[in-house]
Nanobody, 128 residues
């Protein structure tokens, strides 16, 4: 069984930064992809960012491109989401998730249905 645990959420003013971390236990990352998703109150879950275990490519939602950066440290079984220039509309619960690379290679990294393990989520609140 795989467990994903997020941390790093909190309350920040607009324009500020936060760094989310997600640590996996139970297996190594390869050959999986890791993604970040978020869900705001009353809204559907949406894709934020993702990358394969190899780290040779990254994918971002248009709404966060240029502000957020996904990275990973395989030796620590961890993936990170650096969030800069935060906006009130970034307020949500942020989830990390893992997916078999063979599956997301077919359906795409941005599809939540491709991910089979999810963390419990961490709250990010951006005040105006």
């Amino acid at each position: 069984q795989v467990q994903l645990v997020e941390s790093g959420g909190g309350l920040v003013q607009a324009g500020g930064s936060l760094r989310l971390s997600c640590t996996a236990s139970g297996r190594t990352f390869a050959p999986y992809a890791m993604g970040w998703f978020r869900q705001a109150p009353g809204k559907e879950r949406e894709f934020v960012a993702a990358m394969p275990w190899s780290g040779d490519s990254t994918y971002y939602a248009d709404s966060v491109k240029g502000r957020f950066t996904i990275s990973r440290e395989n030796a620590k079984n961890s993936v990170y989401l650096q969030m800069n220039s935060l906006k009130p509309e970034d307020t949500a619960v942020y989830y990390c998730a893992s997916a078999p690379i063979t599956r997301v290679a077919i359906i795409g990294f941005k599809q939540g249905r491709g991910y089979d393990y999810w963390g419990q989520g961490t709250q990010v609140t951006v005040s105006s």
